[in-house]
């Protein structure tokens, strides 16, 4: 099993830039695939970004690519969505997630389904 923290939310003005972090306890942390989704109140969680076990391979959204990009650090056990260029629209709750049965591709990657553990979540809201 492994626990999530998120951080770094936060108000921010169009254009900004925020980066999220999400620390993770428990079992070996190379051991799963790494997901953000974001989340408003009445909608469905939405896929923002993956990376895989090594870092070595990531996955976004339409939204999100070109403007936001995942990372991860697996000698501090945290991965890390840098968010810029920031809209509006992307005003959500964000949340990380963890995975460890399942593929690094389309459409399984993107599912809340695929992911076995999630963190709090962290709000960001962006000020137009």
């Known amino acids: 099993q492994v626990q999530l923290v998120e951080s770094g939310g936060g108000l921010v003005q169009a254009g900004g830039s925020l980066r999220l972090s999400c620390a993770a306890s428990?079992?070996?942390?190379?051991?799963?695939?790494m997901g953000w989704f974001r989340q408003t109140p009445g909608k469905e969680r939405e896929f923002v970004a993956a990376?895989?076990?090594?870092?070595?391979?990531?996955y976004y959204s339409e939204s999100a690519k070109g403007r936001f990009t995942v990372s991860r650090d697996n000698a501090k056990n945290t991965v890390y969505l840098q968010m810029s260029s920031l809209k509006p629209e992307d005003t959500a709750d964000y949340s990380c997630?963890?995975?460890?049965?399942?593929?690094?591709?389309?459409?399984?990657?993107?599912?809340?389904?695929?992911?076995?553990?999630w963190g709090q979540g962290t709000q960001v809201t962006v000020s137009s």
């Open positions: 997630a963890a995975g460890t049965d399942l593929p690094f591709t389309w459409p399984v990657l993107t599912s809340p389904r695929s992911y076995a553990y």
């Open positions: 428990g079992r070996a942390f190379t051991n799963y695939i």
């Open positions: 990376i895989n076990r090594s870092g070595s391979s990531t």
